[in-house]
Antibody, heavy 119, light 107 residues
Framework: EVQLVESGGGLVQPGRSLKLSCVASGFTFSNYGMNWIRQAPGKGLEWVAYISSGSSYIYYAETVKGRFTISRDNAKNTLYLQMTSLRSEDTALYYC????????????WGQGVMVTVSS | DVQMTQSPSYLAASPGESVSISCKASKSISNNLAWYQEKPGKANKLLIHSGSTLQSGTPSRFSGSGSGTDFTLTIRSLEFEDFAVYYCQQYNEYPYTFGAGTKLELK
């Protein structure tokens, strides 16, 4: 069974940093591209970042480019999102999601981890 | 960015009825569209990809249609477990974008 479990969320002050993790199980992690997607309270879904299976290709949403860094450790089956210079508008539920093998839709999602940016 | 306009935002129906949700893209996305289901306490579930291809495990009462800019998700003979929030998403180009969601409520 494919499982994606996020962690590392919490309350953080504006301007500070936070690092999210997503541990994958039930599939060969190193064979799949991975994504972070977020949902602000009462808002819709926003794709945040993508990393290819071997970390060769990385893409970001303009809203986080230069502040967030996506990375992965295939030996640990873990995806990361390093978030710096956090803003109140980064407050959201952050999901990790697996990219399908052939196309860029998200075939499995985690349940999400909450990040609240507030003083 | 490709804007995805989803309608309606809310939909009330009864078990056994059929409903349709529309998703319109601001430019052609070929058939690079997926539909997801969101339920409280559960991971989002991929229902349909490539506009009309049912993901493994998706009940046959779900169907998707469309290509280019206009897409539709139809659920026939609603069951209680179908009352949820539904999102469309385009994956034709970065940044990938989602519709605002449709909440399907029990009438």
């Amino acid at each position: 069974e494919v499982q994606l479990v996020e962690s590392g969320g919490g309350l953080v002050q504006p301007g500070r940093s936070l690092k999210l993790s997503c541990v994958a199980s039930g599939f060969t992690f190193s064979n799949y591209g991975m994504n972070w997607i977020r949902q602000a309270p009462g808002k819709g879904l926003e794709w945040v970042a993508y990393i290819s299976s071997g970390s060769s290709y990385i893409y970001y949403a303009e809203t986080v480019k230069g502040r967030f860094t996506i990375s992965r450790d295939n030996a640990k089956n873990t995806l990361y999102l390093q978030m710096t210079s956090l803003r109140s508008e980064d407050t959201a539920l952050y999901y990790c999601a697996r990219r399908s093998r052939r196309f860029s839709f998200f075939d499995y999602w985690g349940q999400g981890v909450m990040v609240t940016v507030s003083s | 960015d490709v804007q995805m306009t989803q309608s309606p935002s809310y939909l009330a129906a009864s078990p056994g009825e059929s409903v349709s949700i529309s998703c319109k893209a601001s430019k052609s996305i070929s058939n690079n569209l997926a539909w997801y289901q969101e339920k409280p306490g559960k991971a989002n579930k991929l229902l349909i990809h490539s506009g009309s291809t049912l993901q493994s495990g998706t009940p046959s009462r779900f169907s998707g249609s469309g290509s280019g800019t206009d897409f539709t998700l139809t659920i026939r003979s609603l069951e209680f477990e179908d009352f949820a929030v539904y999102y469309c998403q385009q994956y034709n180009e970065y940044p990938y974008t989602f519709g605002a969601g449709t909440k399907l409520e029990l009438k």
